[in-house]
């Protein structure tokens, strides 16, 4: 289409779902954008060059993917919708574009190929599933569409109500960076919420210093972490101590008396252990719960 007659994107979009007679399929979070600023502005945060592998999830009609490929050297886009997935291959064939791999599978499920960067605007319902699959990769950035209180809360500072379980683990696998909100106007059908782009860059704290001492962060203090983590945001309002108690399940103690004889036993060693079991959840740094969690790792 020549730049005179391009048409808007929004009028695009519904010229596409239209001949091809799509009702939208709220339970896919099939929220489609039709904001060309907003777009323009996603390819932009993701810095794209010709070496760069793209990955994306939901590409939709190609809304993105379209864009990303006339930037980067390939894409790789997933897309669950089977018809969906015919409408953008046979658009991507028509339109001569030959640097897009398609994917018709559950982004949760399959195996990702290589890439170095992932752009998205995610279907919302998988956004925890699939931002910690990506965590699993090697990656150099992400620029990701969220709703808005699922970003908030990626991106939660210790103290406050968005501080999570999801902040507290992102905390040593990621930086989080929040870059524009999108408001509901700009998808059909208009979401209820609204929505936040956000930038992920990867990131590998392999130490952390507890008093003057260094301890390896491995596959293995992670994992005790996340168990911690759990247990903690339970209640997390509660006394860490509490809460541990609470959730004893969640650290493999079934046995109440037990674990608060564990707990006794580091406290009387280590007053630092025991300041930090009487801090509330929320008050309780990453590197803090990092600390309990190295802790209590030869008694879990
Ligand atoms: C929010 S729409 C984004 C569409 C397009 N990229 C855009 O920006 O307008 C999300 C897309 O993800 C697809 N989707 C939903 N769940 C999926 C999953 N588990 N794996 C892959 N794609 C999925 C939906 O069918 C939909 O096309």
Do not use: W
């Not at 109500?161 to 902040?167: A, E, G, I, P, V």
């Not at 997390?236 to 036993?265: C, P, Q, Y």
Request: positive net charge; proline residues 3%; hydrophobic residues 40%.
């Amino acid at each position: 289409m020549s730049e005179k007659t391009k048409l808007s994107l929004a009028k695009e979009t519904k010229q596409i779902l239209q001949e091809n007679g799509i009702i939208l399929n709220k339970n896919l979070g099939q929220n489609y954008l039709i904001d060309d600023f907003k777009r323009k502005k996603i390819i932009k945060y993701a810095k794209l060059s010709k070496e760069d592998i793209v990955l994306e999830i939901g590409p939709g009609i190609g809304t993105l993917t379209i864009e990303l490929a006339k930037n980067a050297k390939k894409v790789i886009a997933i897309e669950q919708d089977a018809t969906i997935f015919n409408i953008l291959k046979k658009r991507l064939e028509r339109e001569g574009i030959d640097n897009i791999e398609l994917i018709n599978e559950d982004a949760v499920k399959v195996d990702f190929p290589e890439f170095n960067k992932i752009v998205s605007n995610l279907p919302y319902q998988i956004s925890s599933p699939i931002s910690f699959k990506f965590l699993k990769h090697k990656f150099d950035l992400a620029i990701l569409m969220y709703q808005k209180e699922f970003a908030d809360r990626m991106n939660g500072k210790v103290g406050t109500k968005q501080y999570s379980r999801l902040s507290a683990m992102l905390y040593f696998k990621a930086d989080v960076k929040f870059l524009t909100k999108v408001s509901p106007e700009s998808f059909i059908p208009s979401p209820k919420v609204d929505s936040s782009v956000i930038q992920l860059k990867p990131k590998d704290i392999k130490t952390i210093k507890i008093d003057g001492e260094e301890f390896k962060i491995n596959d293995e203090s992670y994992k005790i972490y996340s168990k911690v983590v759990k247990a903690l945001f339970q209640h997390r309002n509660k006394k860490s101590k509490n809460a541990l108690i609470d959730s004893r399940h969640m650290i493999g103690f079934k046995d109440k008396k037990e674990l608060k004889s564990v707990l006794k036993h580091l406290e009387d060693k280590n007053p630092k252990f025991k300041e930090l079991l009487l801090e509330r959840t929320i008050n309780l740094s990453p590197e803090s719960i990092m600390e309990l969690s190295i802790l209590l790792k030869d008694h879990l």
